[in-house]
């Protein structure tokens, strides 16, 4: 392609972009928007070897036919590219499973920007979810839920473990401490940081499935789920999260039964 030397280039890296069949498409056809069909082409690169067709069903059906190893409806990477016969203006997408890297090139200020623009707005749109940064703002409000999940959890093991033997000096963890020290840690006092802890599981666990839902996905061949974000979680990662939430809570029973007993001893 012959760039000349007062083309405007910009590239752009969207991340967390859910692009199923349908999406890309829609994608495919705002990018080559104004573009003869002629300087259109598709490519992607599978064992080594690099495919290219002047249309994306032409591409998917030379790498189902190809005799490669592998599932052919799994795609890693996807190239599209779109030029003018003149060679000022082009654009190129470059997507994997991790993002898309957008480039505009042009000696015309106004289509550059327009057709990088363009673009963006799909990307950026809800349905799609890129964005330029890496991480989700659910993966950063779980950090946070998983921080608070740790301190109730120590607040309960202390209380459980090591502060009934708190008011003795040299006792062992577990040891029965004065009259004042065991009346106030019932099962029910107890339950309280059991309860503090579980809130924050379950709201580490939103996080987690929120962020999980958003996460990039590429399906050249398919489409990807859409609708509630649990409905677009799979079911190992559905099934992972119910599971979760069930061991936490036979944990904390278990400490909260562990530490009634202890005081009842005392």
């Known amino acids: 392609m012959t760039v000349h030397l007062s ?66 409806d799994k795609w890693e990477n996807l190239t599209f590219s779109a030029r003018d016969a003149s060679g000022k203006c082009a ?15 042009g000696s015309d ?10 673009i963006r707005i799909f990307l950026e749109d809800e349905a799609v979810g890129g964005g330029s940064a890496r991480r989700s703002e659910a993966r950063r409000r779980m950090q946070t839920a998983a921080l608070g999940v740790l301190f109730w959890v120590f607040m309960l093991v202390y209380a459980v473990v090591w502060f009934p033997g708190s008011s003795k000096a040299g006792a062992p963890p577990g040891a029965t401490g004065p009259e004042w020290v065991n009346q106030p ?19 580490a666990l939103r ?26 979680l799979t079911t190992a990662e559905q099934l992972t999260a119910v599971g979760v939430l069930v ?4 944990a904390l029973g278990t400490l909260v039964s562990a530490g009634a007993d202890v005081f009842k001893k005392g």
């Not at 994608?27 to 573009?35: D, I, M, N, R």
């Not at 200020?109 to 363009?118: I, K, S």
């Open 7 to 72: 083309a405007i280039r910009l590239k752009h890296v969207y991340f967390r972009c859910r692009l199923g069949r349908r999406q890309l498409d829609a994608l495919f056809a705002t990018a080559s928007a104004g573009f003869d069909g002629s300087g259109i082409e598709y490519a992607t690169e599978r064992n080594s070897r690099t495919f290219r067709a002047p249309t994306l069903n032409d591409l998917v059906d030379a790498v189902r036919s190809a005799p490669l190893p592998g599932d052919p």
């Open 91 to 105: 654009v190129t997408l470059q997507l994997d499973q991790e993002r898309v890297e957008v480039s505009a090139t």
């Open 109 to 118: 200020p106004t289509w550059v920007y327009g057709a990088d623009a363009q």
């Open 185 to 203: 840690l019932s099962k029910g006092s107890l339950a309280v940081p059991a309860a503090a802890a579980l809130y924050f599981v379950v709201k």
């Open 207 to 232: 996080f987690w499935a929120r962020d999980r839902a958003g996460a990039a996905k590429l399906a050249v061949t398919g489409e990807v789920p859409d609708g509630r974000w649990w409905r677009t």
């Open 247 to 250: 061991a936490v809570l036979a």
